[in-house]
């Protein structure tokens, strides 16, 4: 044993024989350290075969899917670092893999009613806040965040109205009153303009003496106990107004049907409002509505009469 021999086996080496009185060696090692060959002897000499579309590991933390390719090698698939925010920059570490590092380029926050975005910390952050101010004291203005800077025409209101008949008698027969009125927008003192009438929104009573009216459109209608039998005001009969020229003649001749729903008021109602108004006094009646977004009232009076004809 232990003597120098030759086993005939060209794929080992160091043949000696052993105790058994048979020449045996060692195996050769073929082993390349690829994942991706499969790794042999042949004749004396290694051979390594690539074995296509076997799972490996590159080593790469920025691919993904690694599989073995017909040249023995191991390659993967590119992986993406986009994380969607445009507030970091996006890369990938061989090593770490992905890396979203934050930034502080500019951006849209999608409030339009900031300026200069820029990110901070990894998120979209609003600069100062835009300016909307026009320079025009007949605006008022605003900004929507979702539309940016909003100027809507603000009038400073001169209404002029008076009513008839300008006596009112309580115990006289009568069904309907009716209020002229004209309005000026004098925002711009040096130029004075009318108010066209059909700007003018559908008008309601808003005092009446000692009585006051809420908005009809600040009630709820039917109210919160589920009623629908009670009256939000004293409305004017809109299809019975007339305009002439600068001027919109306001008829209020509808009885209360007690129902919130229909819009109606007449000089009955309004007297009822005046029941408390003594004899012969005077008392405002003011009307109220809109133009351009904005609410104006007007005032004037009538005198009360709660005995005798008129």
Same mark, same amino acid.
């Given at each position: 044993?232990?003597?120098?021999?030759?086993?005939?086996?060209?794929?080992?080496?160091?043949?000696?024989?052993?105790?058994? &009185?048979?020449?045996?060696?060692?195996?050769?090692?073929?082993?390349?350290?690829?994942?991706?060959?499969?790794?042999?002897?042949?004749?004396?000499?290694?051979?390594?075969?690539?074995?296509?579309?076997?799972?490996?590991?590159?080593?790469?933390?920025?691919?993904?899917?690694?599989?073995?390719?017909?040249?023995?090698?191991?390659?993967?698939?590119?992986? #993406?670092?986009?994380?969607?925010?445009?507030?970091?920059?996006?890369?990938?570490?061989?090593?770490?893999?992905?890396?979203?590092?934050?930034?502080?380029?500019?951006?849209?926050?999608?409030?339009?009613?900031?300026?200069?975005?820029?990110?901070?910390?990894?998120?979209?952050?609003?600069?100062?806040?835009?300016?909307?101010?026009?320079?025009?004291?007949?605006?008022?203005?605003?900004?929507?965040?979702?539309?940016?800077?909003?100027?809507?025409?603000?009038?400073?209101?001169?209404?002029?109205? #008076?009513?008839?008949?300008?006596?009112?008698?309580?115990?006289?027969?009568?069904?309907?009153?009716?209020?002229?009125?004209?309005?000026?927008?004098?925002?711009?003192?040096?130029?004075?303009?009318?108010?066209?009438?059909?700007?003018?929104?559908?008008?309601?009573?808003?005092?009446?003496?000692?009585?006051?009216?809420?908005?009809?459109?600040?009630?709820?209608?039917?109210?919160?106990?589920?009623?629908?039998?009670?009256?939000?005001?004293?409305?004017?009969?809109?299809?019975?107004?007339?305009?002439? &020229?600068?001027?919109?003649?306001?008829?209020?001749?509808?009885?209360?049907?007690?129902?919130?729903?229909?819009?109606?008021?007449?000089?009955?109602?309004?007297?009822?409002?005046?029941?408390?108004?003594?004899?012969?006094?005077?008392?405002?009646?003011?009307?109220?509505?809109?133009?351009?977004?904005?609410?104006?009232?007007?005032?004037?009076?009538?005198?009360?009469?709660?005995?005798?004809?008129?």
């Amino acid at each position: 044993p232990g003597d120098a021999c030759d086993d005939g086996d060209a794929c080992t080496t160091e043949d000696t024989c052993n105790a058994d &009185g048979k020449c045996a060696g060692k195996p050769v090692t073929c082993d390349d350290d690829n994942a991706c060959t499969r790794d042999a002897c042949v004749d004396g000499q290694c051979v390594y075969t690539p074995t296509p579309n076997a799972t490996c590991d590159d080593g790469n933390a920025c691919t993904t899917e690694d599989t073995c390719n017909t040249d023995g090698r191991c390659i993967g698939t590119a992986i #993406s670092c986009d994380d969607g925010n445009g507030c970091t920059d996006d890369s990938c570490d061989p090593g770490k893999g992905c890396v979203n590092n934050p930034n502080t380029t500019p951006c849209n926050d999608g409030n339009a009613c900031t300026t200069g975005d820029a990110c901070s910390h990894g998120q979209c952050a609003g600069g100062p806040p835009l300016s909307c101010d026009d320079g025009d004291s007949c605006t008022a203005d605003s900004c929507d965040p979702a539309s940016g800077c909003v100027h809507v025409p603000r009038g400073t209101f001169q209404p002029v109205c #008076s009513i008839s008949p300008t006596t009112l008698n309580v115990n006289a027969q009568g069904n309907s009153f009716s209020m002229d009125l004209s309005l000026i927008n004098t925002c711009n003192p040096a130029a004075p303009a009318p108010i066209p009438p059909s700007s003018i929104g559908i008008t309601h009573v808003s005092r009446a003496g000692n009585t006051v009216f809420p908005d009809p459109a600040s009630l709820s209608c039917p109210d919160s106990g589920g009623g629908t039998q009670f009256e939000t005001g004293l409305f004017e009969d809109l299809a019975a107004r007339n305009v002439s &020229g600068g001027a919109v003649n306001l008829k209020f001749d509808r009885p209360s049907d007690g129902n919130c729903q229909s819009l109606d008021g007449n000089r009955q109602d309004l007297l009822a409002a005046l029941s408390d108004i003594s004899n012969g006094a005077s008392a405002d009646i003011c009307i109220s509505g809109m133009v351009g977004g904005q609410v104006f009232q007007c005032c004037t009076s009538a005198r009360i009469l709660n005995r005798g004809n008129r």
